[in-house]
């Protein structure tokens, strides 16, 4: 049983928005931190956002004011609203979950062991 799918990716222009689903049951993920990354072709995995289980957030400087992280009530499926995007923010984006909990802060430092698979988001002019 894989821990984490994500789902939501696809094509979209630029300015255009999405939302990234990542669906957690089955692992408690609601306790500890979870984050989004991503990565484009030729470059390093950059982290998005992060959450910790008290639904704080932190965010990238370059997503802030543009991406959302969140969870539903049932803490089972985070999300990533993304809007006004950009070519840039084509890549693999992936969900995480680290074995651990903690402040805004520790989640955005701590190493995440547990990863979703990725789905594709491309924006295009």
């Known amino acids: 049983q894989v821990p984490l799918v994500e789902s939501g990716g696809g094509s979209v222009q630029v300015g255009g928005s999405l939302r990234l689903s990542c669906k957690a049951s089955?692992?408690?993920?609601?306790?500890?931190?979870t984050a989004w990354f991503r990565q484009a072709p030729g470059n390093r995995r950059e982290k998005i956002a992060t959450?910790?289980?008290?639904?704080?957030?932190m965010y990238a400087d370059f997503v802030k004011g543009r991406f959302t992280m969140s969870r539903d009530n049932a803490k089972t499926t985070l999300y990533l609203d993304m809007k006004s995007l950009k070519p840039d923010d084509t890549g693999m984006y992936y969900c995480?979950?680290?074995?651990?909990?903690?402040?805004?802060?520790?989640?955005?430092?701590?190493?995440?062991?547990?990863w979703g698979q990725g789905t594709q988001v491309t924006v295009s002019s």
């Open positions: 995480a979950v680290a074995r651990r909990g903690g402040f805004a802060a520790i989640c955005w430092g701590v190493e995440y062991e547990i």
């Open positions: 089955g692992y408690g993920a609601s306790n500890y931190c």
């Open positions: 959450l910790n289980a008290h639904d704080s957030t």
